[in-house]
C-alpha cells in the first residue's frame, strides 16, 4: 500500500515539474521572441506554401501571421462562393423542375 502512493506521489511530482517547466518555457519565449524577418521564396516547397508568392513567407521557412490571415481569408472567400453558387444552383434546379 505504501508503494502504490509513493507512486502516485511520484507521478504527481513528475506531472507539476512539466507543467512548471513548460510555464518557465513559456514565459523564457516570450521574453526573448525570435526575430523573423519576411523573405521571398526560393524553393519549390516554399512557392507551394505561399501559393506562388501570395503569402508573406518568413525566414524560419512559416508564413507569418499575415501570411496566415490572408491565406485564410482566401479559403473562407472560396468557400463562401462555392456555397452561394450551390444554393443558386439547388434553388434553380427546383424552380424549374417543379
Given at each position: 500500500m505504501s508503494e502504490e502512493l509513493s507512486r502516485r506521489d511520484e507521478k504527481?511530482?513528475?506531472?507539476?515539474r512539466?507543467?512548471?517547466?513548460?510555464?518557465?518555457?513559456?514565459?523564457?519565449?516570450?521574453?526573448h521572441p525570435t526575430?523573423?524577418?519576411?523573405v521571398q521564396p526560393e524553393t519549390r516547397e516554399e512557392?507551394?506554401?505561399t501559393r506562388k508568392g501570395r503569402y508573406e513567407?518568413?525566414?524560419d521557412g512559416k508564413l507569418?501571421?499575415?501570411?496566415k490571415s490572408s491565406r485564410l481569408t482566401h479559403r473562407y472567400n472560396m468557400a463562401i462562393i462555392v456555397?452561394?453558387?450551390?444554393?443558386?444552383?439547388?434553388?434553380?434546379y427546383f424552380f424549374l423542375v417543379h
Open positions: 504527481k511530482a513528475q506531472k507539476r512539466e507543467k512548471e517547466r513548460a510555464q518557465v518555457e513559456r514565459a523564457y519565449a516570450k521574453a526575430e523573423i524577418t519576411v512557392m507551394r506554401l513567407l518568413g525566414s507569418t501571421a499575415q501570411g456555397l452561394l453558387l450551390l444554393i443558386v444552383t439547388t434553388y434553380a
